[in-house]
């Protein structure tokens, strides 16, 4: 088991419990997005709420999102 597709056939194996316990431990391994040395995101999140408030008309609503997001997936 060399390779990340050796593991990947490996995991898809499992039961769907198995893979579903597999993965909340390869999530939880990972680190989180919120601790960054960078602390710009919280002036970027504000940012961003303040443009929303501004400028209602740019704000998506999730289906919007989620619509453009599949989209773009699909290019």
């Known amino acids: 088991m060399s390779t990340i597709a050796d593991v990947e056939e490996l995991a898809l194996g499992l039961p769907v419990s198995e893979r579903g316990k597999l993965a909340n431990k390869l999530i939880a391994s990972l680190p ?28 998506l609503t999730e289906e919007q999102f989620f619509t453009s997001l599949r989209e773009y997936v699909r290019k």
Do not use: C, K
């Open 32 to 59: 989180s997005p919120l601790v960054d040395d960078d602390e710009n995101w919280v002036e970027e999140a504000l940012r961003r709420d303040r443009e929303m408030d501004e400028n209602p008309e740019t704000v």
